[in-house]
């Protein structure tokens, strides 16, 4: 019921007029905060604001890749599959479970880095070398993907104590910022100014905007695109690294389950268009607010998880109807 | 074939002033077409001319605003292209609109399988499609998927199905213009054999050799509007050129055009023997610094392939290229921008702009790498560049961070030349660089070119207007059938000299007689 409401506020704000429509990602995001005030009992926390920067943390940094490859032209569905081999990796090293690299930390993290940069090499490869539709390629990885992170610990999960390695995932600047809201920060500033003052930036963004242009103005466009699918599956990487270290254990089976979605969500209701071209990265952080916020006001309220998923989809289609307008003119 | 009115039995298809417009255009203007029994009849324009509207107009694909289609006798309005093939007219399109992965059996049934007993007769399919196959004098498989074959069998297999429907009109949308010479001559076995059945053809084709060898008659299309039909035996080559390009070759008068006064004798591009798989046979030419050197042709004579080429578009293809004196192999566009070439292509949309990205972003996209540290972008730098040049060219535009897409074809064509020339090259090449844009902008983008030269760029210009080449070329080089056949300076560089080396492929004997004729009529 209270759902309801936020999509028909969101939707009177988004019709009302062409300013409106610039900024709707945020109305909605204002929207749902404002019915949440009213609605959820002790919404109005600063301990609600640490905690949805924990949780949202792996939607924001694969929506940030997300960005980079939809921009480009692309799409990765194979996010969500990474997130789980990243995690599981990391758990093995932290574990011993490969005793040649020892227990160390950074280790850990570096080889989950490591081997979702791998990947995403793979796909980035695959897509440009034998000019494969990323829709498939990322497929194949979403497909697989999740089978080989069971297989790497026999479709266990890996519990850990390591308290140097959970600690990062618990780490509160000050007692009390939680580092997570640090490093969205960090990323979000980088991403933004990736895109508006870096030659890469704007061949991503040309590319997604023309490719054959692109080419005829001199861009190695094999070459860029391979980075955008490193960069969304390192950023993958490190979401998995996050939530393992987060919940002390890494679960091949649910890590990352649906994280691909949830990040391709936030960057349609973010305003990039998913024919590629220029990048919205504000709009982008907001959508994936959004997508997170639905889920907390459905936790919060005792409603069944699983109208968080309806829900979503509404948003998605009044945020993308709105936009559509805009991307015509 | 009872049908037939023997009141007018010459007569297979009269289209009486067609006439059809979308919004901005009028594609067809009170347009005439006759075709006869067992005629082959060329339709003849250059792009724009309407000859695709007119066939889409007649296979019911588009519906005409006013005219009058008359087929066989009767007068026929088609709703859809499957009722013009019912009526009798079967179309076959350069790229095969046919099933690849179906045999080439079921190809020829498509849409019309013989049943037996509600299941499909297949042994009768295979049994009747062979029995056209080979009717035809083809020996292939019909069994295997359509595929397996060159597009000349696919083609064959489309005028297969075109028989099987008894169809008593083919057309053809530029069938030969993937096939090699072999497969045209087998290709024109199959016309003559159509012709011998009293099939009519419709055959269009940029090749002039091709509609002189195989067609009876000629109607020939200017900008939507007839110029004329004739008897293939009445028309020359020249005669039918200048009416395609809507130049009388009599009277064209040389116009002037400058000369070049080369600075330094230093040459930037030396292209030899360029070849590809299909357009190219063999193209040699040689560019100075500061000429400005037009390349004339009609289409499809592989102008623009060889641009392509020669900016490293198109790594599969045989010669030599030779940048300042030395030889290179260009594998990526970035490879000649790198050597100092610029490109700007005659597909703005496709090739050229980034629609929803600013004239900033658009003019600043390929000198990105000279204007960045570690990266990152001198926007100081950048905001420069795009002040100088929306001032130096007069690009009329509000604001740097307008989307190009807002702008007039004319000013986006300028941001794109912008693009090129703050790179400070020494090669530009322009595929019709005033395709499209209005007559001020033309004269504007004209000037520009001279100034190219005078600052000792050198410009490999590409174009289908035969006045603006002569206008500003110092030397011209004529491409016909994918090789350079001609080259006309000085004096000799006029018009109806293009015409004449365009019609006849070469500079032949009858070409100086050409030239003689001309100075005498100067």
Redesign the interface.
């Known amino acids: 019921m209270n759902n309801e409401q936020t999509s028909a506020i969101t939707k009177s704000n988004f019709s009302s007029s062409s300013n409106l429509k610039k900024y709707g990602t945020l109305y909605a995001l204002i929207a749902i905060v404002v019915l949440n005030c009213i609605i959820t009992p002790n919404f109005m926390a600063i301990n609600t604001f640490w905690n949805l920067s924990i949780q949202v943390l792996p939607t924001i940094l694969t929506a940030i890749g997300m960005t980079f490859v939809i921009s480009s032209g692309g799409i990765d569905i194979s996010v969500g599959s990474v997130m789980a081999i990243s995690a599981v990796m990391s758990g093995m090293v932290i574990t011993e479970m490969i005793p040649a690299l020892g227990t160390s930390v950074p280790m850990a993290v570096i080889f989950a880095l490591f081997i979702a940069a791998v990947l995403g090499f793979l796909n980035g490869t695959i897509i440009t070398v034998f000019k494969i539709q990323p829709i498939i390629v990322t497929l194949i990885l979403y497909i697989a993907g999740r089978g080989i992170a069971q297989l790497m610990n026999n479709g266990g999960t890996i519990v850990f104590s390591n308290n140097a390695f959970t600690k990062i995932g618990l780490m509160r600047i000050g007692g009390a910022v939680p580092i997570q809201l640090i490093v969205i920060v960090v990323f979000v500033f980088a991403t933004y100014y990736i895109f508006k003052?870096?030659?890469?930036g704007?061949?991503v963004?040309?590319i997604g905007?023309?490719g054959?242009?692109?080419?005829?103005?001199?861009?190695?466009t094999t070459k860029v695109l391979i980075c955008v699918y490193v960069i969304s599956s390192v950023l993958a990487g490190l979401a998995g690294v996050f939530e393992a270290s987060r919940a002390s254990c890494a679960d091949p089976n649910s890590i990352g389950a649906i994280a691909e979605m949830d990040a391709i969500a936030a960057v349609a209701v973010g305003g990039t268009s998913i024919n590629g071209?220029?990048a919205m990265v504000i709009g982008t952080i907001l959508g994936a607010l959004i997508i997170q916020l639905i889920t907390i006001t459905v936790n919060m309220n005792n409603i069944p998880f699983a109208y968080s998923r309806i829900f979503k989809a509404v948003i998605i289609i009044v945020a993308v109807y709105a936009q559509r307008e805009k991307?015509k003119s | 074939m009872g049908k037939v009115n023997h009141m007018d039995r010459s007569t297979l298809l009269e289209l009486n002033k067609i006439t059809k417009a979308f919004p901005g255009v009028l594609a067809l203007d009170q347009v005439g077409l006759k075709v006869g029994y067992g005629e082959v009849h060329a339709l003849m324009g250059e792009n724009g001319a309407g000859k695709s509207t007119l066939m889409k107009v007649l296979t019911g694909i588009y519906k005409k605003d006013s005219g009058q289609i008359i087929f066989d006798g009767k007068e026929m309005n088609f709703n859809s292209s499957m009722e013009a093939q019912l009526s009798g007219i079967s179309t076959i399109y350069q790229e095969i609109n046919l099933i690849p992965y179906l045999s080439v059996a079921e190809n020829i049934f498509l849409g019309r399988e013989p049943k037996k007993v509600g299941r499909i007769d297949w042994d009768r399919i295979n049994r009747e499609a062979e029995a056209i196959i080979d009717g035809m004098g083809i020996s292939l498989d019909v069994k295997k998927p359509l595929n397996s074959y060159s597009t000349a069998i696919q083609q064959m297999v489309a005028i297969a199905r075109a028989i099987s429907v008894r169809a008593k009109l083919v057309v053809m949308d530029e069938p030969t213009s993937s096939l090699d010479e072999k497969e045209v001559e087998v290709l024109f076995k199959q016309i003559r054999k159509l012709k011998s059945q009293n099939i009519s053809v419709i055959f269009i084709s940029h090749r002039l050799d091709e509609i002189f060898e195989i067609c009876d008659r000629i109607t020939i299309l200017k900008d939507g509007k007839l110029v004329g039909d004739f008897n293939i035996a009445d028309i020359t080559k020249v005669e039918l050129v200048s009416m395609m390009i809507g130049k009388d070759a009599t009277d064209i008068m040389a116009q002037a055009h400058g000369t070049y006064e080369a600075k330094e004798e230093a040459t930037i591009l030396k292209a030899e023997e360029i070849r590809d798989t299909v357009k190219l046979r063999g193209v040699s030419l040689e560019i100075k610094k500061g000429e400005i050197l037009g390349l004339a042709g009609l289409l499809g004579s592989g102008r623009t392939e060889f641009a392509k080429v020669v900016?490293g578009?198109n790594v599969h293809h045989e010669g030599t290229i030779d940048i300042n004196g030395k030889p290179v192999k260009l594998k990526?566009?970035?490879d000649a921008?790198?050597r100092g070439f610029a490109?700007c292509?005659e597909d703005r949309k496709?090739?050229?702009?980034?629609?929803?990205?600013s004239i900033r972003?658009n003019m600043t996209?390929?000198i990105?790498?000279k204007i960045?540290r570690m990266?990152?972008?001198d926007?100081k730098k950048q905001k420069e560049i795009v002040d100088t040049y929306i001032k130096s060219l007069a690009i009329k535009t509000p604001s740097p961070e307008q989307k190009i897409r807002n702008l007039s074809g004319g000013n986006q064509q300028k941001v794109l030349l912008a693009?090129w020339l703050c790179m400070e090259p020494d090669l530009v090449i322009l595929d019709e660089p005033t395709r499209g844009i209005d007559v001020g902008a033309k004269a504007e983008i004209e000037e520009l070119i001279q100034k190219m030269s005078k600052k000792n760029i050198g410009v490999l210009m590409i174009s289908s207007e035969l006045e603006e080449l002569v206008r500003n070329c110092h030397r011209v080089v004529v491409m016909r059938d994918g090789k350079n056949v001609g080259e006309l300076q000085g004096e000799a560089l006029s018009e109806k000299n293009i015409l004449t080396v365009i019609a006849q492929g070469g500079m032949s004997d009858s070409f100086t007689a050409a030239e003689r004729s001309m100075n005498n009529e100067q």
């Open positions: 003052n870096t030659k890469f704007y061949y963004q040309a905007e023309n054959e242009a692109s080419r005829f103005s001199g861009i190695n071209g220029k991307r | 900016f578009d990526l566009p970035k921008i790198a490109f292509s496709v090739e050229g702009i980034f629609p929803n990205m972003e996209i390929a990105l790498p960045s990266g990152i972008v926007k693009r």
